[in-house]
């Protein structure tokens, strides 16, 4: 790190967690796939402005491939029939929501670089156990992402909405015990991150991109959910609007969203980082956000699947 003016961070190891870099919707020269130049200039136009896709920005509103078509109405309709089960029993609501938290908080904090294995996370979760040979902030960063994921829980009963708020809220709750001196604070300097094309936008932008990117995610609300989900864990990617912590923070307000439409939570495996980075920068070089859609719609799938499976009482 250097000068407190212009702080400058390099990481290449823990992903979009760490810097990641400014959305960059083309290059110096055109080289977007399979849009106009005309197009390519609106989205330019939309993404300083922080507002949503729509059919003049990303590829995914209007021109999506018809098997990523099918791939939406395959998941709504397993989104119809697990309504239809429910409710699910208060035993089957706690072996489920056990179980995900497990395995949300293991790949989330993996996916950043944390060592404990699945089962190791499960004890110090579930058992309050230490795990000899890690590292006091890896049974921190578990903790506190278990109990991000309790708030985020509450506050969807209590039916709070996003806001500039609660996205500083979970990044607090995220950082509370291993960087706590940064919880909830917006970056006050520059950030990059090795081997991307992405370049962060200036720190002093920060605080109205991410009230932009609230208003943008409200006027997304007629929308498929998955979609809304996805551009609201892009778009704060793309901001950065922090230190550290943003991978975990986006992958949290990604699952708010989904919980709030009545979706369980998506779990990005720590064996998809390639493909979940890949897809996080198709969609800030090119403005295409149909791979993140198709991997996060398949893990919802999989969620979904996982429900109704306990609905029909096959666990």
Sequence with gaps: MVGSSARLHLESKRGYDRPEGRHAWFPRRHDCLGCSQQICARRGREAQEGRPATSRGFVFAGVLRMSLHRLLAQVSELKSRLDEARPLSPAEVAKLREHIIVEWTHHSTALEGNTLDLRETRLVLLDGVTVGGKTLREHLEVVDHRDAVEWLE??????????????????????????????????????????????????????????????GYRGMAGGHPVE??????????????????????ARLLMNFSLMRDGYPPAVIRKEERSSYLDALEEASVNGNLQPFVRLVAGRVEEALKLHLEAAEGHL
Excluded: M
């Design 228 to 249: 809304r989900a996805v551009w609201l864990h892009w778009r704060l990617a793309w901001i950065h609007p922090f230190i550290d912590g943003n991978g975990r923070v």
């Design 154 to 215: 509450a506050t969807i009963k209590g039916e709070v909405t996003l806001s500039e708020g609660l996205v500083r809220e979970v990044h607090r709750l995220v950082l509370k015990s291993t960087y706590p001196e940064e919880a909830g604070r917006y970056r006050r300097g520059a950030v990059r991150i090795a081997g991307s094309r992405h370049i962060p936008p200036p720190a002093q932008e920060v605080p109205d991109l991410v009230r932009n990117l609230v208003e």
